[in-house]
């Protein structure tokens, strides 16, 4: 997993995130993927408010991560096909469709800002789950830039919260399976053992 500097990882996730509800920041993510001439003018309209373009380019200082930026794009332009949006929905469960989306393509930091966004107003049980999740999705973030002992630490905490918080639900996203799914990471973590493939996938209730 290649590791970008501060503002690059926050331009990205901004832009990935925006991307769910906004064509043109999708546009921006295309372009980026596999850049070609100058991006569409509302594209770029996006890319620059961002700090990502200069010009028909990249800014000088993101150029030396330009395949990791591209590799990062693909998988946001994923996130976005995967994404179903419910335009009805409150904001909570818009939170929950967007990290199905971002979850399953690996982009934790990303989860972790789609979900502090509602964490901040939640009571009760419903901000126990949502710390919950925000704990693992930031371990996995850990794990793939190699921090063994916080990600191992915050695994832990995110699975511990959300199993005492049951039977609170944060629909569509399947608490239960994801339990399940990460039981063999604490297990792996916590014995310093080898850990699985891959990071589990989220499963929707629907």
């Known amino acids: 997993m290649v590791t970008f500097p501060l503002p690059l990882r926050n331009a990205l996730a901004e832009l990935a995130i925006a991307a769910l509800d906004d064509e043109h920041a999708a546009d921006a993510l295309g372009w980026l993927s596999a850049p070609s001439g100058a991006p569409p003018p509302l594209a770029a309209a996006r890319l620059t408010a961002v700090h990502l373009v200069d010009g028909d380019g990249l800014l000088a200082v993101h150029v030396p991560h330009a395949a ?8 946001a332009l ?4 995967a994404y179903e949006p419910a335009p009805a929905a409150a904001p909570l469960e818009h939170a929950a469709r967007a990290t199905l989306a971002l979850w399953n393509e690996r982009l934790f930091f990303e989860v972790h800002e789609v979900l502090e966004a509602v964490w901040k107003t939640a009571t009760g049980a419903t901000r126990q789950v949502l710390q919950g999740l925000i704990q693992i999705a930031v371990a996995y973030h850990h794990l793939a830039h190699g921090n063994l002992r916080g990600a191992r630490t915050l695994l832990v905490e995110g699975r511990a919260r959300i199993a005492g918080s049951r039977p609170e639900k944060l629909e569509p996203i399947d608490l239960e399976h994801l339990l399940a799914a990460t039981a063999a990471w604490e297990s792996a973590l916590t014995a310093h053992a080898p ?6 996938r989220l499963t929707s209730t629907r």
């Open 195 to 200: 850990l699985p493939d891959a990071p589990p």
């Open 78 to 81: 994923r996130a976005v096909r």
């Open 68 to 75: 990791g930026v591209a590799e990062h794009a693909t998988r």
